[in-house]
T-cell receptor, first 112, second 115 residues
Framework: RKEVEQDPGPFNVPEGATVAFNCTYSNSASQSFFWYRQDCRKEPKLLMS???SGNEDGRFTAQLNRASQYISLLIRDSKLSDSATYLC?????????????FGAGTRLAVHP | EPEVTQTPSHQVTQMGQEVILRCVPI?????FYWYRQILGQKVEFLVSFYNNEISEKSEIFDDQFSVERPDGSNFTLKIRSTKLEDSAMYFC?????????????FGPGTRLTVT
């Protein structure tokens, strides 16, 4: 089983749509979770951390289900500028070490 | 807003040559990392570095690779004898702390092409 698994997409959605990405991770001891976005041939940019209680940042909502080892990202009211690859990222350690394990990413294309 | 910088943006080298990729982490960050991304593949962890020592390295980070913090601002990745399969985007990242929940911030990357 892959350490971090995502649906590769692509997701093609019209502007204004709501889109959801899912991710599963294999290491049940993992402690920290993030969503990054990556534009073509650019660096990963932190979108948001994911907390156990779920968290929201504007149009973006992240959820974590530790029992199912499942992370989600919901984007509401999609904009053209949301077109990118969304990376689910897990840190398997709780303290003292900080190493990120990346999923392969889910590509989103928002069209007019 | 402070950011991680990397030079060069693109490096072309011949197989067997040594390359040094340079990074300037965010100034108050103490933990530094290198990742790589082969074209079309996922981002992979190479090494983490703190207090002038490697904290952890992946199996990719073999004897051909080394890291150094030669002064108070730069953080370098050296590949001693490049192979074709080293062609990738190399990203430097830094974080303020080393604990698990702390975000890492990435530089724009160096595209390494080995011919």
């Amino acid at each position: 089983r892959k350490e971090v698994e995502q649906d590769p997409g692509p997701f093609n959605v019209p502007e204004g749509a709501t889109v959801a990405f899912n991710c599963t991770y294999s290491n049940s001891a993992s402690q920290s979770f993030f969503w990054y976005r990556q534009d073509c041939r650019k660096e990963p940019k932190l979108l948001m951390s994911v907390y156990s209680s779920g968290n929201e940042d504007g149009r973006f909502t992240a959820q974590l289900n530790r029992a199912s080892q499942y992370i989600s990202l919901l984007i509401r009211d999609s904009k053209l500028s949301d077109s990118a690859t969304y990376l689910c990222v897990v840190n398997p350690y709780s303290g003292g070490y900080n190493k990120l394990i990346f999923g392969a990413g889910t590509r989103l294309a928002v069209h007019p | 807003e402070p950011e991680v910088t990397q030079t060069p943006s693109h490096q072309v080298t011949q197989m067997g040559q040594e390359v040094i990729l340079r990074c300037v982490p965010i100034s108050n960050h103490l933990y530094f990392y290198w990742y790589r991304q082969i074209l079309g593949q996922k981002v992979e962890f190479l090494v983490s570095f703190y207090n002038n020592e490697i904290s952890e390295k992946s199996e990719i980070f073999d004897d051909q690779f080394s890291v150094e913090r030669p002064d108070g601002s730069n953080f370098t990745l050296k590949i001693r004898s490049t192979k074709l399969e080293d062609s990738a985007m190399y990203f430097c990242a830094s974080s303020e702390y080393g604990t698990g929940g702390v975000e890492q911030y990435f530089g724009p990357g160096t595209r390494l092409t080995v011919t």
